[in-house]
Structure formats: C-alpha cells, structure tokens
C-alpha cells in the first residue's frame, strides 16, 4: 500500500468556471479565470516528484480563504480576530467548482491518469487563520475497501 501524501498549495482558491457560448459566432469557450490558481497546482505537484497514483483514491481536499478587515477588531484589538468572525466559507465559488479546478489541475499534472479515480475524501470550505496563507490542503490516499452500507455507501 502506498504511503498517503498531504500538502499545500498558497494561494486564493479560484473555481473551476463554465463554459460559456459566444455571443457572436459559434461555439463555446472556457473562461480563463482560474487558469493562473491551476498553473500553480500544476507546477507544485511536479515539484513533488511523485509518480502518478493507480486505483480508487481518496482524495480530500480543504479550501481556505483570506479573510476580510470585517473579522478582526480595531483600536486596541486590531489584529484580533473577533469572537463571531465565522469559521465556515459560504460564498462563491461552490464548492464543486473549487474540487473540478484542483481536480483537472492535477489530472494535467500527471498525478493520476483520470479525476474519476477520486471516489471519496472530504471537502471544506474555511476562512484562514488569521496568520495563514490562503490556498488548499491537498490529502491523497489510496480508497482501500468499499464502505458498508451502514459507513455511508447506498441505503
């Protein structure tokens, strides 16, 4: 059994967006606005030297977004995070679009042959800590044995 690999890419976590139609003319196009967040992931997989994965994986993967000014205090407690600043990230991009991106980004890298190799892990959406750097935590393992019904499989 290989060994699970786990690591980090800095950076502001950008979705996968959707194709979208010319307005004038034929055909689609796919919008380039995450093509810079999925060069890095490109390129800090292969920096890893890791030869591609086989089989069933799980794949997990945690977003974390720079907060905003709004969460910490001011005056005498700037710097400090507040009390009621959230811990979950629910705005855009979905989720779905942020998993296709990290996904497709490493499919190209050579990490594995297809994104349909990734059959469970986890997904999250956080705010960073306040002295953290945007990005995602990438965790990769082999799947191992099937869930039993009553560990999540279909009921």
């Known amino acids: 059994m290989r ?3 786990e690591f980090f890419i800095t950076g502001q976590p950008k979705g996968q967006p959707r194709a979208r139609s010319r307005q004038f003319g034929k ?3 796919n919008p380039d606005t995450a093509d810079d967040w999925k060069s890095c992931i490109r390129a800090d997989w292969k920096a890893l030297n890791q030869p591609a994965w086989e089989g069933p994986l799980k794949v997990s993967l945690a977003f974390y977004f720079a907060r905003p000014a709004s969460h910490f205090g001011t005056g ?9 600043a959230p811990h979950w990230y629910e705005k855009k991009p979905d989720q779905d679009n942020l998993d296709k991106a990290v996904l497709d980004a490493l499919t190209n890298a050579g990490a594995w ?5 990734a059959c469970t892990g986890k997904r999250y959406k956080l705010w960073a800590a306040p002295s953290a750097s945007p990005g995602v935590r990438i965790y990769i393992a082999e799947a191992g044995d099937a869930p039993t019904e009553t560990q999540g499989g279909a009921q």
């Open 76 to 84: 005498k407690k700037a710097g400090i995070l507040k009390d009621k």
């Open 3 to 5: 060994t699970p690999i």
């Open 27 to 29: 055909g689609v196009y």
């Open 113 to 117: 042959s297809d994104d349909c190799q």
